[in-house]
């Protein structure tokens, strides 16, 4: 499973391998369910967790029925648990979503809900993150998950995030981050996707987040949350919803 996992996810383009998980997700779930873990976005219950990662791979790290990772998991907690965007009008700007996500939020009425990539082959919007085509001050929410790392001007695309984003407007913006790298890592001479996936994790990543990039984000104009959420719960429910104890939850704000 280890390495028919590393091969789709180094030789396959991200787009065919969505439309691909579409038709084949139902019969993963089949063939994993069990009892001892607890996917919280889908409510099932799995014998194992898939192993993911495009170098070394993490055991239990992709539920078999959402495709989610260990980082989509302790969101999914975070909103349900510490938020209300479950139950309060909202509009939010999903870039580059998650394709379980883009299931539920859709389906949520309290919802005005505006997914946006330039590449993704299930947005509702083809958008640039350098230029993006909203008016300032549009969205209530915003979420930007494990883009940034992909942009080489990533201030232009914090800035404009910012901008689309409402005043007392919040978001979550993942990235790749090394908790004891102060300062991040980039090199933009390395363009072959070998010494990219050495040096940066992934075959397409331009950089490592050390922990300024908080700086980088209060640059933009964000007010930041430097969150270890999933810390909060018990080591046998971190293990139950396959999370990671040290992984950060990057939490912003505009005043």
């Known amino acids: 499973?280890?390495?028919?996992?590393?091969?789709?996810?180094?030789?396959?383009?991200?787009?065919?391998?969505?439309?691909?998980?579409?038709?084949?997700?139902?019969?993963i779930y089949q063939f994993f369910k069990g009892n001892q873990f607890l996917d919280p976005i889908d409510g099932k219950s799995y014998r194992k967790f898939l192993p993911y990662g495009y170098g070394n791979q993490r055991e239990n790290a992709l539920s078999p029925g959402t495709l989610s990772l260990e980082r989509h998991r302790q969101m999914w907690l975070y909103l349900q648990n510490e938020t209300d965007f479950f139950i309060k009008n909202y509009k939010v700007l999903h870039i580059a979503p998650e394709q379980e996500f883009l299931r539920k939020f859709k389906k949520m009425?309290?919802?005005?809900?505006?997914?946006?990539?330039?590449?993704?082959?299930?947005?509702?919007?083809?958008?640039?993150?350098?230029?993006l085509p909203f008016p300032d001050d549009s969205f209530d929410v915003v979420f930007c998950n494990h883009v940034l790392e992909h942009i080489q001007d990533d201030s232009k695309a914090m800035k404009e995030l910012y901008r689309v984003m409402k005043p007392g407007g919040w978001g979550i913006l993942q990235v790749p981050m090394k908790n004891s790298l102060q300062?991040?890592?980039?090199?933009?001479?390395?363009?072959?996707?070998?010494?990219?996936?050495?040096?940066?994790?992934?075959?397409?990543?331009?950089?490592?987040?050390?922990?300024?990039?908080f700086d980088r984000l209060k640059s933009a104009g964000f007010t930041t949350e430097v969150n270890f959420y999933s810390q909060k719960f018990t080591d046998e429910e971190i293990k139950k919803y396959g999370l990671r104890k040290n992984e950060i939850l990057p939490i912003v704000q505009k005043n």
């Open 183 to 213: 300062k991040t890592y980039e090199d933009f001479t390395i363009t072959d996707p070998k010494e990219r996936q050495k040096h940066f994790g992934q075959y397409d990543h331009v950089r490592w987040y050390g922990m300024d990039y």
């Open 1 to 27: 499973m280890k390495k028919l996992t590393k091969f789709l996810l180094n030789k396959i383009p991200r787009p065919a391998l969505i439309q691909m998980s579409v038709w084949a997700r139902p019969l």
């Open 109 to 131: 009425s309290n919802l005005n809900y505006i997914s946006a990539d330039l590449y993704s082959p299930i947005v509702d919007v083809k958008a640039d993150i350098l230029n």
